[in-house]
């Protein structure tokens, strides 16, 4: 009896399997598996990689950007005024309602292009770029033609030595800054689908750079340097004539190579168009090189600069190993095109980019300046996917 149950149990079990079995198979010949995202990817693939399909073991592309960005430094005040204090007034109290001018920069043109290999192995990519931008040299100056106000130089061997009211006030000031910066990324990425509309592209290597700034100050005095004392101190002890002009170059050298790592999403609200996002942080190993000259000059006559009367006042320099934190940001939109069975790839992107160098700044004057390096501007990105 309980044989004859059993079997019954099993018939009844076997025949519930052969017919759900049944209809799954009608239903996927009604609705067949949808390609993953928006270009044919295999089915089957937990995170599929992005077309162009790789054959022969690795295929080839190639990248170009036009940028146009604007770097600010901080630390480059040269110059600020206050008001003429009465009679009663101390000098740190002067300073402190000091409106302060800076040397600033411009957008001005540059450029990346890069190179990479993308692999067939589970659609990994070797990618390595380069990065040039000159920033145009921006004079800033200022004069004092308000006779209720004082013109103070931020820095200078002068004004740190005198720091007296009648010495240290100023006709004209000007601040003068330009760098150049030299950047390689070499990354390992993969570009895969999340989601049938989104792409991620995570990615890790490393940064190099070589970065050299330059930061002028150049000061006309209201009147020539007198001989009397400063804090006890006799002027002519300091510098041997009645100068008037005085000039202060500064300049940073870094050279750096860190661990860089990021995340590139993309989503795609057509086959076509998207919105895209970049981040990467990097901690750079940084040897920062900063020197100094600072020059004084007689007037002519006429009271123009006597560039032949140049004396050194000081020549230092400093130097010191760091670590540097970089952040970078994008933000944009894309284009991409796919041919010839999805072999090609041709993509456009243009947006907003910004990068920020924590505390990048070391530029020696009367005292130590730091201060963060940021850049920011637009960039159009031409990419082609062999």
């Known amino acids: 009896m309980i044989n004859k149950n059993w079997a019954f149990a099993l018939g009844i079990l076997s025949l519930s399997t052969a017919m759900v079995a049944a209809d799954q198979t009608q239903q996927m010949d009604k609705n067949p598996p949808m390609p993953m995202g928006v270009t044919s990817q295999p ?10 399909t790789v054959q022969n073991g690795a295929d080839v592309f190639l990248t170009a950007d036009f940028i146009y960005w604007k770097v600010n430094q901080e630390g480059l005040g040269y110059a600020n005024t206050a008001y003429k204090p009465a009679a009663s007034t101390t000098y740190s109290q002067v300073v402190h309602g000091a409106k302060q001018y800076n040397a600033g920069s411009t957008y001005d043109p540059g450029f990346k292009v890069g190179l990479g290999l993308q692999f067939e192995h589970d659609g990994w990519d070797l990618y390595a770029q380069y990065t040039w931008l000159s920033n145009g040299k921006k004079h800033d100056h200022v004069s004092n033609t308000d006779s209720t106000k004082f013109l103070w130089a931020e820095s200078g061997y002068i004004m740190d030595a005198a720091d007296g009211v009648t010495a ?11 760098t150049n910066f030299n950047v390689v990324d070499l ?12 792409t991620l592209r995570p990615h890790f290597g490393l940064k190099g750079s070589f970065i050299h700034s330059r930061f002028n100050q150049h000061y006309t005095y209201t009147t020539a340097l007198p001989t009397t004392t400063a804090n006890g101190v006799a002027f002519q002890t ?6 008037k002009f005085e000039t202060v170059k500064s300049a940073q050298r870094s050279y750096g190579i860190g661990i860089r790592a990021g995340l590139d999403p993309v989503w795609h609200f057509t086959r076509s168009w998207g919105m895209y996002g970049k ?24 009271g123009s600069r006597n560039n032949s009367s140049g004396t050194q006042l000081i020549r230092a320099h400093n130097s ?22 999805e072999s090609y790839m041709f993509d456009i992107q243009a947006g907003w980019e910004e990068q920020v160098w924590i505390n990048y700044g070391k530029y020696l004057n009367a005292t130590s300046r730091d201060g963060n390096l940021s850049l920011q501007g637009f960039t159009l990105k031409f990419g082609f996917h062999f």
């Not at 089915?43 to 162009?52: E, M, N, R, S």
């Not at 240290?168 to 330009?178: K, V």
């Open 43 to 52: 089915t089957g693939v937990i995170t599929p990689p992005v077309a162009p």
């Open 168 to 178: 240290i006030t100023l006709q004209h000031a000007g601040g003068t800054y330009q």
């Open 187 to 198: 990354e390992m990425g993969r570009n895969f689908f999340v989601s049938r509309y989104m």
């Open 238 to 243: 300091i510098w041997p004539a009645a100068f």
């Open 279 to 302: 981040l990467a942080v990097t901690a750079q190993y940084t040897y920062n090189r900063a020197d100094v000259i600072d020059m004084a000059y007689l007037a002519n006559a006429n």
């Open 320 to 341: 010191c190993h760091q670590i540097t934190p970089i952040i970078e940001l994008g933000l944009g939109l894309t284009y991409m095109t796919w041919f010839y069975d």
